[in-house]
């Protein structure tokens, strides 16, 4: 006959024991809704920036599904394998996105989406990820500043070689006030990423 005082231990342990595994389970559902909840916020956010890159008029394909992965390369920044769209219209070439890095922002890297049209000009530089001060170094987003889109229309030729810096620097591109830090690491980021485009061209859109 278990007593009384052994029948409470057992029925306050099966709780604790209930309580715990309710508790882990709900932890471990309400974790994997969660990531897959940022996937989803990333991708949709992705999928808005390469289309903000491109007239909706020069391409007619899916440029989410129209991707190639490259390899890591000191000129795009990366130290893994990313993802580069394509845009194409009547199946021919338009202009790719790459993923690109610049390492050396104010509080390091800033993550760069860089549209390049077939003819090695810049459709336009979205900084999509950065941990650059509020205030200064975030002017490189749109919905803080314009500065970004001074690269539209850009190529490796225009402006010459020696003027892809910032004004401080002897070149073309304008800083940000009190943050030359900031679009000084973009600049050359970018300039990397059209070179990238050039020795690489012929094989992106295979
Ligand atoms: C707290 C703090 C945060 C800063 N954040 C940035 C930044 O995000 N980007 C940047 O370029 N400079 C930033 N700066 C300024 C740099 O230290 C540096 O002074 C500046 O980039 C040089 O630009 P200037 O020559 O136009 O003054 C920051 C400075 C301080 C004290």
Request: no cysteine; proline share 4%.
């Amino acid at each position: 006959m278990i007593s009384s005082k052994y029948k409470h231990i057992l029925i306050s342990g099966f709780l604790l024991w209930l309580f715990s595994v309710v508790g882990t389970t709900l932890v471990a559902l309400t974790q994997q809704e969660t990531v897959a909840r940022i996937a989803d916020n990333e991708k949709r956010v992705l999928l808005r920036n390469l289309y903000e890159l491109l007239p909706a008029d020069r391409l007619d394909n899916d440029i989410a599904q129209d991707s190639i992965e490259l390899s890591a390369s000191p000129l795009l920044g990366t130290d893994d394998p990313q993802l580069a769209y394509r845009a194409r219209k009547e199946q021919q070439p338009v202009a790719i996105i790459f993923n690109a890095i610049a390492p050396d922002g104010y509080s390091g890297n800033i993550h760069l989406l860089i549209g390049v049209y077939e003819d090695g000009s810049l459709a336009g530089v979205r900084a999509v990820k950065h941990a650059e001060t509020p205030g200064l170094g975030d002017a490189i987003e749109t919905r803080k500043s314009d500065w970004i889109l001074g690269f539209d229309g850009k190529s490796l030729d225009n402006p010459v070689a020696d003027a892809w810096k910032v004004k401080r620097d002897g070149g073309e591109f304008d800083q940000i006030t009190g943050a030359t830090i900031t679009p000084r690491a973009i600049v050359n980021a970018v300039r990397k990423t059209l070179e990238y485009y050039q020795i690489h061209r012929e094989r992106l859109f295979l």
